[in-house]
């Protein structure tokens, strides 16, 4: 490519860009006239968004959680949290750990639900059961405030150990923190930097 072409094509971008780009509105009218998106964000089943009304779900539990996720951060209204809870209902109820640790956020929070601290407990504890190291890990930390149940920091220290193992890098820090104070197992301080430094 010449330098005439270069500058030619870089003015075609900037045109495209000022003419659909220019703001929020005018880009989301450019993605619902590709077809790529729907007029309140979400992306068309055609690419991998939710069905349209009638249609089965066949997006991947895991797609439906951070679909959900992504609708609830950009629109807090009942309707769309109505709409983004339904789909994080359907993967968790499909065995998605996301979908289950997203719904015990919501039930802890208040969001969508009324707050719930055991009925989150009981989702992360299915979650952790399926290999999930967030939920595993977010047991530790209710353990330890004694959220939904007892302060128990034995099983605080067991569940951030559990996660730290699975790969979870803040649990590895809560280990090296329980370590250092002796919370819920006996103090060792040269332990608490081994695991501070681990890789």
């Known amino acids: ?29 450019y993605l619902v006239k590709l077809g790529t ?19 089965q779900d066949r997006r991947e539990p895991e797609a439906m959680v951070s679909q959900a996720l992504a609708r609830a951060e950009r ?3 009942p309707e769309s949290l109505a709409k983004a809870a339904s789909w994080i209902e359907r993967a968790a109820g499909l065995g998605e750990p996301r979908g289950m640790v997203a719904m015990a956020d919501w039930l802890d929070r208040g969001v969508h639900y009324d707050a719930d601290p055991r ?17 595993t890990f977010r047991l530790g930390e ?3 405030k ?14 951030y150990l559990e996660a730290a193992l699975r790969g979870h890098l803040p649990a590895r820090g ?3 923190r329980c370590l ?9 301080a040269d332990a608490a930097e081994i695991w501070r430094g681990r890789p």
Not at 37 to 55: N, S
Not at 146 to 159: E, K, N, S, W
Request: hydrophobic share 30%; glycine share 14%.
């Open 37 to 55: 998106h729907t007029p309140d964000g979400d992306l068309t089943p055609e690419y991998g968004g939710p069905p349209r009304e009638g249609e």
């Open 174 to 176: 809560e280990v090296a």
């Open 180 to 188: 250092e104070h002796g919370i819920g197992v006996g103090q060792d």
């Open 142 to 144: 209710r353990h330890e």
């Open 1 to 29: 490519m010449n330098s005439s072409q270069f500058e030619l094509m870089k003015r075609m971008i900037n045109e495209h860009t000022a003419e659909h780009a220019s703001s929020p509105e005018k880009a989301r009218a």
């Open 119 to 135: 009925r989150a407990n009981g989702l992360l504890i299915r979650a952790a059961g399926l290999g999930s190291a967030e939920a």
């Open 146 to 159: 004694g959220i939904g149940g007892a302060v128990r920091t034995r099983d605080a220290y067991l569940h």
């Open 75 to 77: 629109d807090t209204s």
